[in-house]
């Protein structure tokens, strides 16, 4: 059983352009949803977050967007850089003791920024 | 500050045997989580410790386990190695429950099993 749910393998924008990231989850338990990035050969670095109980979160040219009662966040680009081109993995977790430490990832969605 | 470190980088091991994989955390951080990545399955959770304890765990069999020293340091063992064990496995760690579930990882440990 999928909880954190990322349909798309893969997206291509144009530099400059916005990249929408999708995600989707099941579980109405989950306390946080966080972005993470990652490099081929290292481990993945957190982008930004959002707790349930806001609907935007920014941070730069990053920024969340979460829909609770559709269960679906989004993570926005803009503008896209050539640099962003990386896996995004979305990510969960709950808000029992110790759940901080949990988190329930997608499967992730390649990103291409084409120059 | 130093990040997570995780050693060794690159391991092969036949089926059968087993393996220990290292991980040093942030300094002050106190909470160690380990990670399972592979192509089918993506990031998959295998435990959590915290203050020597083991305070979460994943749906793996008892195969996988784990430990956690009195400096946060952890390892984590694999017994009785299958080759669907090849894998990367990623550490995290986090410096409290109040985190909001941000955790910082390691580069992680490429385990190939032949």
């Known amino acids: 059983d999928q909880q954190v749910k990322q349909n798309s393998p893969s997206l291509s924008v144009q530099e400059g352009r916005i990249s929408i990231l999708n995600c989707d989850y099941t579980n109405s338990m989950f306390d946080y949803f966080l972005w993470y990035k990652k490099y081929p050969a290292e481990g993945p670095t957190f982008l930004i977050s959002?707790?349930?109980?806001?609907d935007k979160n920014e941070d730069g040219r990053f920024t969340v967007f979460l829909n609770k009662s559709a269960k679906h966040l989004s993570l926005h680009i803009v503008p896209s850089q050539p640099g962003d081109s990386a896996v995004y993995f979305c990510?969960?977790?709950?808000?029992?003791?110790?759940?901080?430490?949990?988190?329930?990832f997608g499967k992730g969605i390649t990103l291409s920024v084409r120059p | 500050k130093a990040g997570v470190t995780q050693t060794p980088r690159y391991l092969i091991k036949t089926r059968g045997q087993q393996v220990t994989l290292s991980c040093s955390p942030i300094s002050g951080h106190r909470s160690v989580s380990w990670y399972q990545q592979t192509p089918g399955q993506g990031l998959q959770f295998l435990f959590e410790?915290?203050?020597?304890?083991?305070?979460n765990k994943g749906n793996f069999p008892g195969r996988f386990s784990g430990r956690q020293f009195s400096n946060s340091r952890s390892e984590m063992n694999v017994s009785t190695l299958e080759l669907g064990d090849s894998a990367l496995y990623l550490c995290?760690?986090?410096?409290?429950?109040?985190?909001?579930?941000?955790?910082?990882f390691g580069a992680g440990t490429r385990l190939s099993v032949l």
């Open positions: 959002i707790s349930s109980i806001k």
């Open positions: 410790y915290f203050s020597e304890t083991q305070r």
């Open positions: 990510a969960a977790s709950g808000h029992y003791t110790g759940a901080n430490s949990k988190l329930t």
């Open positions: 995290a760690s986090s410096p409290s429950d109040l985190s909001g579930g941000i955790q910082y």
